[in-house]
Each structure stands twice: as C-alpha cells, then as structure tokens.
C-alpha cells in the first residue's frame, strides 16, 4: 500500500469511527433527554452511570459533548473530500485538536466508570472506542492535495457512507426504541400486615414483599383494574426526566382509571441526598401530602438538602413542628428501607423501575409504550 494509499484510508476511517460513534451518543443523548430504557447491551452498569454526577456537566448532558464532537469530524471529513485544495492545513490541525480532545474525555469517563462507579456503560464504551479509533489514526492523516478523479471517488464514498448509515443507524434507533417486555414476577397486589418486622433485612424471594405495601401512597381508586407501582430515587437525574416526560402525563391521562404508588428506591452510594429526600417524602405522607411534595421535589432536583426539604414542605403548608420530629424518626427511614429491600426482592436495581399489576417492566418505556401497556389491561 502507497503512502498515498495509507492516507486515504485513515481519512475513510477515522470517517466510519465518527459515525458509529454518532449513533452511540444520539442514542445516549435521546434516552437522557427523555428518560426512556436505556438497552445496555453486553454489559449492566448503563443506568447506574446515567444516574451518576458525571452524566452532566454544567447542567449539559454528558452525550451532548459526543454528538456535537463527532458532528464536527464528520463535516470535516466531508469538507476536506469536497473542497481538497482549500484549507488543507487548517482542517487537519482542527481535526487533530478535535481527535486529541476527544480521546482524553473517552480516558476521562471510562476511568469514572472502571475506579469511581465501578459499572460500565456499553454505549459510552462504543463512544469511547470510536474517540480512540479516531485518536489512532489522524496521526497517520497527512497534508495531501486530491486530484479532481480522486477527490471525486472520496466523495462517493463518503456519501454511500453516509446513506449506509442514516440506513443502518435508523434500523437500530428502531430496533432499540422498541418497548420493553413485562416480566412477570409472580407476586400479588396484595398489602403487608407488619412491613417494619422487614425493615431492615432482604428476604431472597420476592413473594415475601407485596407489590403495594400498606405503608405505600396510593393515588387513584383503589379497585382499579390496573396498578403502577415506580420504585424512584429523588436524585435520580433519570427519574426526573422521565417524571415530566412520562409519569405525569400518564397520571393526567388515566387520572380516576388506574392506581399509581410510588416506592421509595434511593440509590444512596451515588446519591448522597437520595435518603434525606426519601424520609422527607415519607413525612409529607403522614400529613396526607405525599404526591404534591412528590411532583415539588421532582420540579427542582437540586434543593434536595434538609434546608431545601423543610422549605418545600412549608410552601405546602404542613406543620413543621410535625415534619422536623418525623426526618429524624426511624419509623420514616424503616419506611424508606423496606420500600428498597421489596425492590431488591423484586430483582430491581435501578431507578426509575416500574411494575405494572404483576409484571416488572424491564427499562422505562416512553409514554406511548406505556400508554399502549395500560390500554391493554383496562
């Protein structure tokens, strides 16, 4: 192979990297944004990641930064096979920053996810190989001027690239978007008689927890023929996401037909206000104002601190005296652990989870998904 040769072909492939990179970060960027199931492939860790701090920065979503960086090698790439003789030197210097700065984020995140969360996100992996991919060969990239033939064949390929993966990219988007199946848990609807005997060990099946607790908020009929169980974490960046996006308009939508009862689920190694959050919930509860605290905490997802907790409960007028007492009750927080053993029961891991009358839905289904589950039922 002719250096000539050589250089081409880094140029085809750091082009096929950015793309395949492209899809991983639209596909994490879309179920950031929305909060819908996030398939995670060969591996287990992608909602503990997408629950973390790192995914954000300033308030951006991490794939946010993928996209627009593998957008700009992609048009580049298109630039330099459409115009050859112009800028030659500037795109490649801009490529190589670009590559340089990728390939450090990929180091950064995936050292996040091996040393500090110790799960990993299959998509990130994919982002992060294709970052590297691009790392590797831009140094093989080379000034080069293209003859008007050569120039001509780079573009056809580089557009049959493009066609092949709008093709297979939007096969996959398809095939990932698709709902996620309800596994049956074989439990019932059930209520537990004494869940604080329970509070603080987990039992090895889950037909020891019922589904809706006696302890658990109810909103909605209580003969409805379908229940909605979510098993949240306050801090959950997911959770919120997925609250406005899917969970209060289908409460909304089926307001009067179904029954939904959140269970608390706080995932507290990554979310140190997650507990605090969860008790404060419970305490609101006891004063018959769980949902309205419910949907306000939810509204804003950084004022989850005590000060922030006792100012929300006061803006919904409850008696603080009361509130103050019941966050450092232990009755509360042996509320807030039996709801986490039954979802450990249940197989859950992850938040949001939901259950749907006795079925566990794997992932978050986004709201057509969920409304066609409900429809089904009733």
Sequence with gaps: MTQHQKILWARRIMFWFAMIGLF?????????????????????????????????FFGIPTPVFGVIFYLAIIILSIYRAYAPHKNVIYARWLIILMAIAGFAESIYLTSVQSFVLHAFCF???????????????????????LGIETASKELKIVFSSLLIGL???????????????VRPINVTIGQAENQNNQATSTPETPEEFPVVATSTPIEGPADAKVTLVEFFDFQCPACGVYHKMVMLPLREKYKGKIKFAPRNFPLADAHQQAMGAAIAGVCAQRQNKFFEYFDLLYSNQKALSRPDLEKAAQSLGLDMNKFKTCLDDSSAKNQVIYDY?????????????LILNNGLIDGAPNLDAMSKLIDERL
């Design 24 to 56: 991983a970060a639209s596909y994490l960027l879309y179920t950031y944004a929305t909060g819908t199931e996030l398939k995670c492939g060969l591996v287990h860790g992608c909602e503990i990641v997408r629950n973390s701090k790192w995914s954000s």
């Design 123 to 145: 998509w990130c992996l994919i982002s992060a190989a294709a970052a590297t991919g691009i790392f590797i060969f831009v140094w093989l990239d080379r000034k080069m001027e």
């Design 167 to 181: 093709v297979a990219g939007g096969i996959g988007f398809y095939y990932l978007l698709q709902p996620a199946p």
């Design 341 to 353: 053993n039954a979802g450990r029961a249940f197989g859950i891991s992850s938040t949001p989870t």
